[in-house]
């Protein structure tokens, strides 16, 4: 088994699979060393707000909550939310066919 290896970008975040228990969706999200570094700097690595994680340039759905710091590893942030949030968003996801419109004659 060869060990392959992507070159990317700095500034790439890096964004685990999702995982739960019976209460919560889980997923960590790592940071590249530039926006790891203003987090420390401007945060202090305290937990964020989702207007904050969003100003570093994390990107995810609705509901999602920083809810701890790993201290060995401050550049991975930790995520959670409510199953029941994960669940309803799954359900608004799915597509539906759009209704054909239909002329009615006068």
């Known amino acids: 088994v060869s060990d392959i290896r ?3 970008p700095s500034s790439t975040v890096v964004y ?10 889980y997923r960590h999200v790592t940071l590249p060393p530039d926006i790891s570094k203003t987090y420390q700097q401007q ?12 100003g570093l340039g994390v990107q995810q759905s609705r509901g999602w909550v920083h809810y701890a710091i790993h201290r060995p590893e401050p550049h991975i942030l930790l995520f959670r939310r409510p199953l029941e949030v994960a669940m309803s968003q799954q359900e608004s996801s799915i597509t539906t066919q759009p209704l054909a419109a239909t002329q009615v004659a006068h």
């Open 6 to 8: 992507i070159a990317m």
């Open 16 to 25: 685990s699979e999702k995982y739960c228990d019976n209460q919560y969706e």
């Open 43 to 54: 945060y202090k690595g305290r937990l964020l707000t989702e207007a904050e994680w969003r």
